[in-house]
């Protein structure tokens, strides 16, 4: 049972334009959220987060939305870039200090130049 | 800040062998973390420690699989008799407890392949 769910496994969009990666979780226990992004043959790597308490959270060129009542979460990028093509995971935990993240499968952005 | 290191980068063994995975997190970091990464998922845990205490450890996906956090600083993870289905790569994270908004930092992790 897939407690984080990234339906779409790839995306490709033109360089300069937008790009939204989307994230639906199941357990309502959850209330801290991260996005990571992985290259090829590296650990993921830390992006932007977001609490509960919030429904945005913004950090240069990427933002996060959050939907509590649809559990649902968003990762826009703008604009987008030939080296943000990487994969990205959604993840999830009960709280802020808890030490276990649940993730997505992933979305795999490509940004075609 | 030198990052979370892992060693080896790749690992190739034959079924039925023990390997061992070496993680130094970052220095200052008192949770360090275990994970595995199939092909087409995403990382899923296995374990972590909270200095050199082992916290949870009842996702480690069966009793060949072992980790150690002896001194509260680097962690060993080992797989004993591999077996085909263990080819993955093994992630190690670390985190600073109590860090506002604490997050997770991955090393590159130990692609492992069993033959």
């Known amino acids: 049972d897939q407690q984080v769910k990234q339906n779409s496994p790839s995306l490709s969009v033109q360089e300069g334009r937008i790009s939204i990666l989307n994230c639906d979780y199941t357990n309502s226990m959850f209330d801290y959220f991260l996005w990571y992004k992985k290259y090829p043959a590296e650990g993921p790597t830390f992006l932007i987060s977001i609490s509960s308490i919030k429904d945005k959270n913004e950090d240069g060129r990427f933002t996060v939305f959050l939907n509590k009542s649809a559990k649902h979460l968003s990762l826009h990028i703008v604009p987008s870039q030939p080296g943000d093509s990487a994969v990205y995971f959604c993840a999830a935990r009960p709280g802020a200090g808890s030490y276990q993240l649940t993730f997505g499968k992933g979305t795999k952005l490509s940004v075609i130049p | 800040d030198t990052g979370v290191s892992q060693d080896p980068r790749h690992k190739i063994t034959k079924r039925g062998q023990n390997v061992t995975f070496r993680c130094d997190p970052i220095?200052?970091?008192?949770?360090l973390y275990w994970y595995r990464q199939t092909l087409g998922q995403g990382p899923e845990f296995l374990t972590y420690?909270?200095?050199?205490?082992?916290?949870?450890k009842s996702r480690l996906l069966s009793d060949r699989f072992s980790a150690e956090r002896p001194k509260g600083s680097f962690s060993t993870l080992e797989i004993q008799r591999t077996e085909q289905g263990d080819s993955a790569m093994y992630l190690c994270?670390?985190?600073?407890?109590?860090?506002?908004?604490?997050?997770?930092?991955f090393g590159s992790g130990t692609q492992l392949s069993v033959l």
């Open positions: 220095s200052e970091h008192n949770r």
């Open positions: 994270a670390s985190s600073l407890v109590g860090a506002t908004n604490e997050k997770l930092f």
């Open positions: 420690f909270q200095n050199e205490a082992q916290l949870e």
